[in-house]
């Protein structure tokens, strides 16, 4: 999730960056159109005190009027078919103002070349008195066509506002661009705090279980150790049996060998009969204590074979208590794990 807000982040820096560099396309080339249209008013201004100071001189020099109106018109027309050249590449494409410099510059050179012209036609202006009339409407003509460029000017300046309201709705665009660069950054200070904070509690958890770890691998350690003792208390137990197994053979050998020393004996017996009473009680308390031995015997068996199975049970138990306790913190490990995430 992280290295997908940091990606999301980066397009979202890398859209500010291009809307920065196109707003700074668009303010210079605003100014440059700006700076055009002044050079054009200037020029069109020149024109006109041009044409008031060939009015003024009109009752002198009608012939100059006439000829710095034919130029003046040829000049009109040239700056009005560069305006209009000038315009049509501006609507198409606003990358080249380029051009519309280019113009200007023609159009200076123009006006220059005019003037200079100008100088070389006032002293051939004797010839055209009679074409005074014709120039007059001519003259007359240029003026309305004057008018209507400076109706074109006033167009310009229209679709300038414009062009400036376009500029001011994408400063806005990008001032709110940088409100939301603001809150997602902030959002992002607030998941790498919470990341921070989630990996020192892993690392306490990680701790803990460490602890925990290694406190469950010593009680199994000490489990190994008293099951290795109860296995060899098992063995011990298992050769002691064995030996009073071995003993209760004995006895039962002996017993035989009583039996048989009885009947050996016992004819000789019938015929005393006090001595074969006598025999007879001491045969009873040799089998008593017989019997009273193999009591014994097989009761210290029984108590050591339960007290060694409820050992076992016990430590069987403690095992799987042990085993319990780790399958139930690592099931607790695994659930804090997956919360975490």
Do not use: P
Not at 96 to 104: A, K, Q
Not at 127 to 134: E, H, M, V
Not at 191 to 211: D, S
């Amino acid at each position: 999730m992280n290295a997908t807000f940091q990606e999301n982040f980066y397009q979202l820096e890398q859209q500010l960056i291009h809307f920065a560099q196109q707003l700074f396309h668009l303010e210079a080339e605003n100014e440059r159109e700006r700076r055009n249209t002044s050079r054009l008013e200037e020029n069109f201004e020149q024109t006109m005190e041009m044409l008031s100071q060939a009015r003024k001189k009109a009752a002198k020099k009608n012939h100059i009027w006439n000829l710095t109106a034919k130029n003046a018109l040829h000049a009109k027309r040239v700056a009005e078919r560069k305006l209009r050249e000038l315009m049509e590449k501006y609507e198409m494409e606003v990358i080249h103002s380029t051009e519309l410099t280019n113009n200007m510059e023609i159009l200076k050179s123009t006006v220059q070349q005019l003037k200079l012209k100008l100088e070389e036609k006032e002293r051939l202006c004797n010839d055209s008195k009679r074409r005074l009339a014709i120039h007059s409407k001519a003259t007359s003509l240029a003026y309305r066509q004057i008018q209507e460029t400076n109706n074109r000017a006033v167009e310009l300046l229209k679709e300038n506002e414009k062009l400036h309201s376009q500029f001011v709705d994408v400063h806005s665009q990008l001032i709110n661009t940088q409100e939301v660069h603001n809150i997602i950054e902030a959002e992002m200070n607030r998941v790498k705090w919470e990341n921070a904070k989630h990996c020192e509690e892993l690392q306490k958890i990680k701790e803990l279980i460490e602890v925990e770890i290694a406190s469950l691998i010593e009680i199994v350690e000490q489990n190994r150790i008293s099951l290795a003792q109860k296995g060899d208390t098992i063995d011990m137990l298992i050769c002691a049996n064995f030996e009073i197994k071995k003993r209760i053979r004995r006895v039962e050998i002996a017993k035989k060998d009583l039996e048989e020393a009885f009947d050996s004996t016992k004819a000789v017996l019938l015929s005393q009969h006090q001595e074969l009473q006598v025999y007879e009680t001491n045969w009873k308390i040799q089998e008593r204590k017989i019997g009273l031995i193999k009591l014994q015997q097989h009761g210290f068996i029984a108590n050591q074979t339960t007290l060694l199975k409820k050992q076992t049970e016990k430590l069987e138990q403690i095992v799987r208590h042990s085993i319990y306790r780790i399958v139930e913190f690592r099931n607790q490990i695994v659930c804090m794990l997956e919360n975490i995430n």
